[in-house]
């Protein structure tokens, strides 16, 4: 039976191109598609998957795959489980999702479970908060993501599988110095309890800018989505501190965090700039699009499940891959210039 690299050299095409046709991809004409497979049924390879795959119930011919989350009310995971779930239907596959609400041991379990009694050909681990040292192993290929500063630390150690990033570092750092541009020297940021990594990577680029934020003006809520925007913002305003510009951990916060600024008798962007993360095209209190950091949830399905099939359709090709995507800073409608004093 030949190799996917075989399979790729016989049809003159790459190995890319011969995983999408296996698993019916869109992203490829279904006339290189058909060639692909009658090559691959002739060479006897394509029953290696597709005989196993047939048989489920329901006749579903693609991968059987087990995401596992942080978070099932988040909006933005909310888009993140939709695209999968697009991507994986594409491929006549079923995607079984699952919340592990923040806790690495439920992770943990998640994995074993889908797994184990499941049997998943392929595992989508979105949870970013595993210790190297507790990191599960699977029959079936993972695909394990992490945050900026999750990645770095496990970079030090050693995990068995691919690894996926958003390095939010990019579209955070774009957005700092377009506001430094616009004669912004007075920065607040706002998040809570689990987007502390964005607060402190927040820090670490206002330092390499040689910009100074007191603590007042770095609030961590208890609460979360645009309750904790809203409540924060308006604690900031009434302790007296009067940033130019705001970044927010997530949109949901941008969101009600504007309320307060408005009731406030303040204006976005004239009086203050207001930036969020994920770019889920919100519109704020007073109509505007919120400037965000774009994380491109689109994007993030492609380029982890072509991966995974790889390692379902490969399974002999052991060399670990470190993926990282890149955000960017989308200005939208609200930031704007430092209001000159009359």
């Not at 307060?260 to 930036?275: C, H, W, Y």
Request: charged share 25%.
């Amino acid at each position: 039976m030949p190799t996917l690299k075989e399979l790729a050299e016989l049809a003159g095409v790459s190995t890319s191109t011969v995983s999408k046709a296996l698993n019916n991809s869109p992203d490829i004409s279904e006339e290189t598609r058909d060639q692909i497979v009658e090559l691959a049924i002739r060479e006897g390879y394509h029953k290696k998957f597709r005989k196993k795959s047939a048989a489920r119930p329901g006749g579903f011919a693609g991968p059987k795959i087990g995401l596992i989350y942080s978070d099932a009310i988040s909006s933005y995971y909310s888009r993140v489980i939709d695209a999968f779930s697009r991507r994986v239907r594409d491929l006549d596959g079923i995607l079984l999702a699952c919340d592990a609400n923040f806790s690495q041991e439920r992770s943990i379990s998640l994995c074993n479970y889908l797994d184990q009694q499941c049997h998943v050909d392929g595992i989508i681990s979105l949870f970013n908060s595993y210790d190297p040292s507790d990191f599960p192993t699977t029959r079936a290929p993972m695909i394990a993501s992490f945050g900026q500063t999750s990645f770095r630390k496990v970079m030090d150690g050693y995990i068995p599988c691919d690894l996926f990033c958003i390095n939010a570092r990019t579209g955070l750092n774009q957005a700092v110095e377009q506001l430094l541009a616009l004669g912004h020297r007075d920065f607040a940021f706002l998040g809570e309890n689990h987007t502390r990594y964005r607060e402190h990577l927040f820090l670490e680029l206002a330092e390499e800018h040689g910009l100074t934020v007191p603590e007042r003006c770095i609030r961590v809520s208890t609460l979360r989505f645009e309750e904790a925007g809203y409540t924060s913002m308006r604690e900031l305003l009434e302790d007296g501190c009067r940033p130019t510009a705001v970044i927010c951990a997530y949109d949901d916060i941008a969101v009600g965090a504007s309320k307060a600024i408005l009731e406030a008798g303040l204006r976005i962007p004239e009086d203050l700039s207001l930036v969020g993360f994920d770019n889920s095209r919100l519109r704020l209190y007073n109509q505007k699009i919120l400037a965000s950091v774009d994380s491109f949830v689109e994007d993030q399905p492609r380029l982890v499940l072509d991966l995974l099939m790889k390692r379902i359709t490969e399974p002999s090709d052991g060399v670990i891959q470190n993926i990282a995507l890149q955000t960017a800073f989308i200005p939208n409608e609200t930031i704007g210039p430092v209001r000159k004093a009359k």
